[in-house]
């Protein structure tokens, strides 16, 4: 086997996990992949005979890469018009099976991830999604162990005072979301208000491209008038479809057929406590075909 096909194979095997990575740091499939590309034309050049361990090998190029990503995502998102929501990706349902994982990924999650600083974030995913010991990720950010223990532990405090809480068994979120398309569908207000949690919070992301909400909407009382009224305004060929976004339940909402946007839901305590609506189109290309996700090491 040539050295080419040898980094092929491997590259192969690991890249669910390296994508995951990648996504989880950056919130963004599109540069996920970029970040890949990169990882990829970096992995061809390396010696292998000086590879001790191929995974681990990968994982710190990919780290690195979405790191330069992650600061220069950063600036990009300073100048974005509205809201900034994650790029959504139509999981297999399997994925909601591994809690951790479809936590992980979900879109509440990632919102908090985007409220540490780079280098956390980054300590925070390798020791917290994917239990990397500390001598790994200190080789794959650049810091000594000691430096990355106190970042883990700064990281893990900031997310756990702003992470989602509760979880929803699947029978519940089956119901929950059925009820919830129900009465998207009909504009019920009552039974809309029954259904949201008393500070649900609504976000939109249209990107300057499509009309959405420019600041979150918050209460049920708010969030149930702007749906009764038609966020996904009433058209006569308009459709609803049930899916699974980033390990959560969603609807995915075509207009004449062609897509015009996502609403991802977060689910606690049997009540709707957060809504993502995401309409920018250059968002909308990996909800159509599933995106495999994996913590697989």
């Not at 590259?11 to 996504?23: D, E, G, I, S």
């Not at 519940?172 to 919830?180: D, G, I, K, P, S």
């Not at 308009?238 to 946007?261: K, M, T």
């Amino acid at each position: 086997m040539s050295s080419v096909d040898a980094a092929t194979e491997a590259f192969v095997a690991h890249r669910n996990l390296l994508f995951t990575v990648a996504y989880e740091m950056l919130g963004s499939a599109t540069d996920a992949e970029d970040v890949l590309q990169e990882t990829w034309l970096r992995w061809v050049g390396v010696d292998f005979d000086s590879v001790r361990e191929q995974r681990a090998y990968l994982v710190r190029i990919v780290t690195r890469q979405a790191l330069d990503r992650l600061r220069a995502l950063g600036r990009r998102k300073e100048s974005y018009v509205g809201p900034w929501l994650p790029e959504p990706l139509l999981t297999a349902p399997d994925v909601a099976e591994d809690v951790e994982l479809a936590e992980s990924v979900s879109m509440a999650m990632l919102l908090v991830l985007e409220t540490l600083a780079p280098i956390e974030r980054a300590v925070f995913v390798l020791r917290e999604v994917f239990d990397l010991d500390y001598g790994e990720i200190a080789e794959a950010v650049g810091k000594a162990p000691t430096a990355v223990r106190q970042i883990a532990h700064r990281a893990r405090r900031h997310v756990a005072a702003r992470r989602p809480r509760g979880t929803a068994s699947p029978a519940e979120t089956r119901a929950v979301l059925q009820a919830f398309q129900q009465a998207v569908e009909t504009g019920d207000l009552q039974r809309l208000l029954d259904i949201l949690a008393p500070d649900v919070v609504a976000l939109g992301d249209g990107g300057g491209v499509k009309q959405a909400l420019l600041r979150p909407v918050v209460g049920a009382g708010k969030v149930a008038r702007l749906l009764a009224g038609g966020w996904y305004r009433r058209h006569s060929e308009r459709s609803v479809e049930p899916v699974e976004l980033n390990g959560s339940p969603a609807l995915l909402i075509r207009l004449d057929g062609e897509i015009d946007g996502v609403l991802a839901l977060r689910i606690e305590n049997g009540r709707i406590s957060g809504l993502y609506g995401v309409r920018n189109p250059e968002k909308l290309s990996r909800v159509q075909q599933e995106t495999a996700v994996s913590r697989s090491l």
